[in-house]
T-cell receptor
């Protein structure tokens, strides 16, 4: 089973709201990722967690705050977003954050910021 | 630096036609290479991978061979179906775990 689940599927929020995206995997993977994908563009890496510790932050604005409470869960907390943050947010996981480890993606959360 | 270049789309084919989507890369060292597919409104699905030179990845009739000498990883399928219509992404994996994607190629298959 290579399933990564994400909730919610769709999210609409105002610029003053606080919301969270959730990602879960039960494959025993120790690396988890957040990507942002704008329409008709490839995914762009935001964060990498390895063994529940943040290992890469691709200079993401502080209005995005990741959290990895345990090895199966990854959250992305959203606060004071801008309309240009509207995108598909993809979570992925892999066995390790290594050079040969396949990343498996979830279905994504489509975020609209009004 | 590391980068991936894919042929621009959209690619429009008739059912049962032969498919080639070109992908070339620039990288330090020998990264693993991947093809992902994205159907409308969905996340990315792994299509195939290759981890070293001359490896051939294959899945669901799709194939790609890791060519170090030409720094290429072209995707091929002998006979496409309407259900293959999607966006295809070529990607390389850096040692940090960061996937570097090409721009994506949209494939439209007409009956």
């Amino acid at each position: 089973d290579t399933e990564v689940t994400q909730t919610p599927k769709h999210l609409v929020m105002g610029m003053t709201n606080k919301k969270s995206l959730k990602c879960e995997q039960h494959m025993g993977h120790r690396a988890m990722y957040w990507y942002k994908q704008k329409a008709k563009k490839p995914p762009e890496l935001m964060f990498v967690y390895s063994y529940e510790k943040l290992s890469i932050n691709e200079s993401v604005p502080s209005r995005f705050s990741p959290e990895c409470p345990n090895s199966s869960l990854l959250n992305l907390h959203l606060h004071a977003l801008q309309p240009e943050d509207s995108a598909l947010y993809l979570c992925a996981s892999s066995r390790l954050a290594g050079t040969t480890d396949t990343q498996y993606f979830g279905p994504g959360t489509r975020l609209t910021v009004l | 630096g590391n980068s991936v270049t894919q042929m621009e789309g959209p690619v429009t084919l008739s059912e049962e036609a032969f498919l080639t989507i070109n992908c070339t890369y620039t990288a330090t060292g020998y990264p693993s290479l991947f093809w992902y597919v994205q159907y409308p409104g969905e996340g990315l699905q792994l299509l195939l991978k290759a981890t070293k030179a001359d490896d051939k990845g294959s899945n669901k009739g799709f194939e790609a061979t890791y060519r170090k000498e030409t720094t290429s990883f072209h995707l091929e399928k002998g006979s496409v179906q309407v259900s293959d219509s999607a966006v295809y992404f070529c990607a390389l994996l850096r040692a940090t775990g960061k996937l570097i994607f090409g721009q994506g190629t949209t494939l439209q298959v007409k009956p």
